[in-house]
C-alpha cells in the first residue's frame, strides 16, 4: 500500500519534527508537513531539519488556515491517484514502532475505509484518550458508547483513509476551523456506504493538548461554534436544523456555566454568544 501522511504544524515545530522522524522509519511513502504558522521561524526549523529527507514536503499556507482546510490544501497538491490512503496525524503524537503496518493490516482485514487506532494519553500511558466515539447531533453529546440516535465518528487526531473516501465525497468541510471536522467527515462517509472503525492492535499515544482544557475564549468559541455548525450539516432539512440547535442550546450553556466555576472566568459564556449570533443558515450544495 503505497501511504502518503498529513501533519499540520501550528508553532509546534519540536513535535512535529520528532513526530515526522518516527513516520520516516515506518512504511510511509510520503511526508506532507503543512505549516499552518505563517512565521519564517518555524517554516525554517521544518525546513532545515529534513533537509536530506526526499519523502518529507514541507507545505507553507502563509496563515492558519485550520485544521480542515490545512489538510485540503496539502491534498489538492499532491497527486492523490499516487497513494492508496492518507494518514491525517496529528503532530503530538508518539508513534510506536510497528504502527503504521498494524494499522493498516487491522484495517484491510477489517474492510474499513476509515480507520482509527486505540489512542492512549501520554506519557499516562495507561489512560484511554479515544477510541472512537459517538455524537448525538440533537444534544451535542459526546459518549463512549451509542445513545438513540448518535453517530460514530473516529478523532482526526489519527485516520487513515483510503483513496477512494475522498474520491466519493470530497475533502474535508471547510466551515470548520478546528473542532467537529471529523465528526462531520465520518458521518458523510457512513452515509456514502464507506465503513469506519478502530483497529485496536494499533495504538498511538497522544500527547495532552494544553489548549483544550485552558479555557481561552478560542478554544471555547470554536468548540460552540462547532457544535452549532453541526446541526446544520448532519440534517438535510431547515426544520431539523432548527430544532437541533434549540435542543443544543440549554446543554451548551449548562457547558458553559460549569466551565466558567470550574475556571473562574466568563469565557465559556462570552464564547457561546458569541457562536449563537455568527450562526446563519448553511447548505451543502
Aim: with cysteine.
Amino acid at each position: 500500500m503505497r501511504l502518503c501522511s498529513v501533519i499540520l504544524n501550528y508553532f509546534g515545530a519540536d513535535d512535529t519534527i520528532a513526530c515526522a522522524r518516527q513516520l520516516c522509519s515506518q512504511q510511509v511513502d510520503r511526508i506532507c508537513i503543512v505549516d499552518n504558522s505563517a512565521d519564517t521561524d518555524q517554516a525554517a526549523r521544518l525546513s532545515g531539519a529534513f533537509a536530506r529527507e526526499t519523502s518529507v514536503q514541507v507545505l507553507e499556507t502563509g496563515r492558519n488556515t485550520g485544521f480542515a482546510a490545512g489538510v485540503n490544501y496539502c491534498l489538492r497538491r499532491m497527486h492523490l491517484p499516487d497513494y492508496d490512503a492518507v494518514l491525517v496525524l496529528n503532530n503530538d503524537t508518539v508513534i510506536p514502532d510497528g504502527f503504521i503496518e498494524t494499522l493498516a493490516r487491522g484495517a484491510h482485514s477489517a474492510g474499513l475505509r476509515i480507520a482509527g487506532p486505540r489512542i492512549q494519553c501520554y506519557p499516562d500511558t495507561a489512560r484511554l484518550w479515544s477510541r472512537g466515539a459517538w455524537y448525538n447531533p440533537w444534544f451535542g453529546l459526546i459518549t463512549h458508547r451509542p445513545l438513540p440516535g448518535s453517530l460514530f465518528y473516529l478523532s482526526g487526531c489519527c485516520m487513515l483513509i483510503e483513496r477512494r473516501v475522498f474520491e466519493t465525497i470530497g475533502l474535508f468541510d471547510e466551515r470548520f476551523f478546528m473542532y467537529g471536522e471529523d465528526v462531520e467527515f465520518c458521518v458523510r462517509a457512513a452515509r456514502a456506504g464507506l465503513s469506519a472503525g478502530v483497529v485496536d492492535e494499533a495504538v498511538l499515544f497522544h500527547k495532552t493538548s494544553a489548549s483544550s482544557v485552558n479555557n481561552s475564549c478560542f478554544y471555547e468559541q470554536q468548540v460552540s461554534r462547532a457544535h452549532l455548525l453541526l446541526s446544520q450539516c448532519l440534517f438535510k432539512n431547515n426544520a431539523s436544523r432548527a430544532l437541533s440547535v434549540c435542543m443544543k442550546v440549554p446543554f451548551l450553556c449548562l457547558r458553559a456555566i460549569v466551565r466558567s466555576l470550574r475556571y473562574g472566568t466568563t469565557n465559556a459564556l462570552t464564547a457561546l454568544m458569541s457562536a449563537l449570533r455568527a450562526l446563519t443558515p448553511l447548505h451543502r450544495e
